[in-house]
């Protein structure tokens, strides 16, 4: 099995290859960057400015079945993302679809107003991104916060991630339904 990252190509270029390889190392599984000029996004919402994660997935799903891709998918955008109930998500995965996004937005230091870091950038992304995809694989959300798959309410809960899984998430990887 490999994961499919489809990189925006609003998004920050030249990080793709760097998040591909953490994020193999993290999950222990292979990946393939899929450059993607020609998603067409709905779901913005122009009150809030922020598009809904769970019609990005919807469009996903639509390039997916067109290629015919199985493996499991994360989709990176620039865009914030909202979920219902939700004043905004760095990502989103539907495991009984096999697709996830993970929203740039928020993991720049420039956000919060500090020093630019692009390894902290980089970082993010990827502990992000394998963590959507590893609700792919079969995982749900750890009480060890230091592990990937645990759910952070904030920056600060995401960079105490370290990354890599613990070692029961590790044995948890199955692969997508
Ligand atoms: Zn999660
Ligand atoms: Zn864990």
Redesign the pocket.
Known sequence: MRFALYWDHRSPQGLQRPVQRLIEGILGIEGDVVECDRILLTGFDLLRRQYNAQALLTCLEAVQRRRGDCDPILLVVPDDLYAPREEYVF?L?RPGQGTAVVSTARLHNDFYGRAPSEDDFVERIAKEGA??IG?LLGLE?CSERECV?Y?PHSLDELDRKRKMLCPSCTAGIRGPA
């Open positions: 990502g995965a963590h959507e609700h959300h798959m759910a």
